[in-house]
């Protein structure tokens, strides 16, 4: 009787245990999905990590720099010149990385191996060389296509990559050599992100 007892009451430990255990499972599952769609929410709607490939951003960004792009600030205020940013230009299927140059109804000249923002009032056009703090000090910007002058029309922005004179940007149509229409400017559709934080290889802000 007494063993009869015993195995009962082993019985009755081992459900209660086998119950816990179920417990603490669906506890743990619980969790995880819930990390899971945080993690899924501030992927798709705020933030999203992002590789660079190549060396166009040179030196500002290096092969393989690991960098977090922000999806929000842009919707509250609109992008200011050298914001980086990564976008799909028009005929294009892969995302590009690069710098906001030139603002909506500005007109770019590149001269003298320089560049010039102008702009119009009613006393003419004023033309001042771009400050680039962020290039070596020797750089100098070329054209390419045989264009020098360039109007932005739109709410739309020129862009160009840090590496000027080893890259394909705004200069040439991102490839396109500015025929059949394409176009030279990264519109509001076409940006999807504005790099925030550059992670690996060194934790900076932009």
């Known amino acids: 009787m007494n063993e009869v007892t015993e195995i ?3 019985w009755g430990k081992t459900k209660r245990t086998f119950k816990d255990f179920l417990l603490d499972l669906f506890d743990l599952v619980t969790f995880f999905v819930f990390v899971w769609w945080i993690v899924l929410f501030i992927r798709f709607f705020l933030f999203n990590p992002y590789t660079v490939v190549g060396q166009s951003m040179d030196p500002t ?3 393989k720099d690991f960098i977090i792009v922000d999806k929000i600030s842009h919707k509250m205020k609109w992008y200011q010149r050298s914001d980086i ?3 799909v230009p028009q005929w294009k299927e892969v995302p590009y990385i690069k710098r906001v140059v030139w603002l909506p109804w500005e ?3 590149i001269k003298d191996w320089e560049v010039f923002i102008c702009t119009t009032s ?3 056009e004023n033309c001042n060389v771009l400050a680039e703090a962020y290039l070596p000090a020797d750089l100098k910007t070329t ?3 045989g264009l020098t002058e360039f109007k932005v029309t739109d709410w739309a922005y020129f862009v160009m990559w840090d590496n000027r004179n080893h890259s394909t940007d705004s200069r040439c149509c991102f490839w396109l050599w500015c025929y059949s229409g394409s176009s030279y400017l990264a519109t509001e559709q076409e940006i999807i992100w504005k790099v925030s934080i550059r992670l690996f290889p060194s934790f900076t802000k932009f």
């Open 107 to 109: 007109t770019v000249k």
């Open 143 to 145: 054209t390419t296509c």
């Open 85 to 87: 940013v990564v976008f």
């Open 122 to 124: 009613s006393s003419g």
């Open 61 to 63: 960004f290096g092969e």
């Open 8 to 10: 009962i009451n082993n």
